[in-house]
Every structure is written in C-alpha cells, then in structure tokens.
C-alpha cells in the first residue's frame, strides 16, 4: 500500500498549481500510455509546481521539461512516469538508488510509492535545495552529495537503480550494485542518439530492453 502523502496547505496550490491542475497532467499521461495506476496516483499527489523555481510555477503541469538552474531540468513529467512504471513493472522494489538527484521530484514520486529511496547529485547546490523539498513534503529520502557514477556502495545492493541523467556507456559501478532479479533504467548514448534502456540482473546474466528515445542531460563526473 502506498503511504498517504499529507500536504500543508501552502504545499497543495491553487489555480495553475491545484489538484485539478495535477489530475488533467495525469489525464495526459493516460492517454499517452502510462498505465500503471501507482504511478498516476503518484503523480496525482505530489505537487511539481513546489520542485521548480516560484516564477515557473504555472507552468508545472505541462508535459515538459523546465529548468531549475545549473544547466539542469526538472524532466518531462512522461518521462518521470515511464521511467518510474519501467522501474517497478516487475514488482515494487525495496531499495532504490538514483543517480542525479537534481530538484528531487523523481525521487519523490518513488519515494510516494513507499519505496526506500537513496539518490546521489554531485550539485551541491541543487541537492541543498531538493532536501529543503523533502523535509517539507515529510518524505524520508537519504541523500548524498557525490559523483554519482560511483553509486552508494554502502547501501549496495539495490533492487533498483534509476539514472536521470545520460552517459555514453553504462557505468559498470552501478551495474555492480544492481541485485539479482533488480532493474536499473538509464538513458545511454551520446547527444541526441540517447536511448531508454532497462536491464535486468536474470539468472547470473543482464537482460536489456531498448524502451525508445530520449533527451537527457549529460552525466558528468566530479563534484560542484
């Protein structure tokens, strides 16, 4: 069951950043085919309009990606879904890592789903911001200010490792600390030749899905 997400009053929005706002983005995404009801509910719930910069605000809940400082986006809402139902289409994992924490939405709709979230962003900046988001959403979300290619090897292994950010090649550290039976998804390739990739740790060997294309920003080494 999925833990009931309480929202403060200055926290749920009016107009362009209210419920309704959030329920027709999520009728979008229906149409566009997402199909996983956690994930919409999800969705439904969480507020995007409190991950962007206040002058965005009513432009929250288009289907688009925004920007949120540094070179860096908050991603297309589809794109968070798909990503999200490619994660758990096998069965809820128990412990996530994500790598590149950027406004923290991401991890919050997984953590919304009731998973155990850990995330990783090498911006300090940014992964300031996006724990003053947690707190105030009371999401419990362990974060880290690290390259993120490196994964979290303390927590290790995960049952599921999300990437939001695209690399030419998989980085074989996180592939180490995927587990047996897990799903780490992450866009491969360079430029605008990127593609959604799922892998699966199966019977000793990784099985890969190619789930289309997509634009991401790179992922960078080192620490700011």
Known sequence: M???????PAARGLGMTGQRARDRLVQRLREQGIRDERVLLAMATLPRHQFIDEALASRAYEDTALPIGRG??????WVVARM???LIEHGLPRQVLEVGTGSGYQAAVLATLGLQVHTVERIEELLRDARRRFRQLGLDIRSRHDDGRLGWAEHAP?????VTAGGAALEP????QLAEGGSLVAPVGAGTGQRLLRLRRVEGGISEQDLGAVVFVPLLAGLC
């Open 2 to 8: 999925m833990p009931k997400l309480t929202l403060q």
């Open 72 to 77: 860096q986006t908050i991603s297309q809402p």
């Open 84 to 86: 999200t139902e490619a």
């Open 158 to 162: 995960f049952d599921a490792i999300l």
């Open 173 to 176: 550290a996180l592939l180490g």
